[in-house]
């Protein structure tokens, strides 16, 4: 399967424990989107990534949240002590040069976590 | 402040006619449109997109107008079939984050 692998599928944590979650980008793709959904809402954008590189994380809290895709391995979305309020289908997109406009973003089966 | 509107919430077509999706947008500088299909407990799939500079782009079964006057795009599925049943989201970019409506749910009916 060459597509966006994410890992876990589901994810169960307790307030206040660290959710980590896990992007493998299509093969040959170095650009990494995250993307977070609520219940009947559309998706939103958190941040952008290139590797070793943060490009754009406007969409991202500024507290508890981080993001990397390092050299080498999958991109990671790091929650740190995790609220109720985080429970939601979180995204990875990837894509290759995103500066042509016939590249779209290709999209994982999400990680859908749940906070107890 | 959603600039990307998809403002029905759900849709019922019967199996071989014709499923028409609306969305409209705010931002003037969006370039680029996508749309993506969505099933239960999968991630969204890339279905066509649209280039600013166009106004039709077709493949298969689906076709993407353009109004840039209006602001307003729309995908069309024809004909229908039961497989298109699926929450359809319409995407925008001007950088490169794409700006997603909040789906229309498609119930094409057999």
């Known amino acids: 399967n060459a597509g966006v692998m994410q890992n876990p599928r589901h994810l169960v944590r307790r307030r206040g424990q660290e959710a980590r979650l896990r992007c493998s980008p299509m093969?040959?793709?170095?650009?990494v989107y995250w993307y977070r959904q609520l219940p009947e809402e559309g998706l939103k954008f958190m941040v952008y990534?290139?590797?070793?590189?943060?490009?754009?994380e406007s969409g991202m809290p500024k507290e508890r949240f981080s993001a990397e895709f390092p050299k080498e391995g999958p991109s990671i979305l790091r929650i740190q002590q995790v609220v109720r309020g985080d429970s939601a289908a979180y995204f990875c997109?990837?894509?290759?040069?995103?500066?042509?406009?016939?590249?779209?973003?290709?999209f994982g089966d999400g990680t859908r976590l749940s906070i107890l | 402040d959603q600039q990307v509107k998809q403002n029905s919430p759900s849709l019922s077509v019967q199996e071989g006619r014709i499923s028409i999706l609306n969305c409209d947008y705010t931002?003037?500088?969006?370039?680029?449109f996508l749309w993506y299909k969505k099933y239960p407990a999968e991630g969204p799939t890339f279905l066509i997109s649209?280039?600013?500079?166009?106004d039709k782009n077709e493949d298969g079964r689906f076709t993407v107008f353009l109004n840039k006057s209006a602001k307003h795009l729309s995908l069309h599925i024809v004909p229908s079939q039961p497989g298109d049943s699926a929450v359809y989201f319409c995407?925008?970019?001007?950088?490169?984050?794409?700006?997603f409506g909040k789906g229309t749910r498609l119930s094409v009916i057999a």
């Open positions: 093969k040959g793709h170095s650009h």
């Open positions: 995407a925008a970019r001007s950088n490169t984050p794409l700006v």
């Open positions: 931002n003037s500088m969006f370039d680029y």
């Open positions: 649209i280039s600013s500079i166009k």
């Open positions: 997109a990837s894509s290759l040069n995103p500066g042509q406009s016939n590249q779209p973003q290709h």
């Open positions: 990534l290139q590797k070793e590189n943060i490009i754009d």
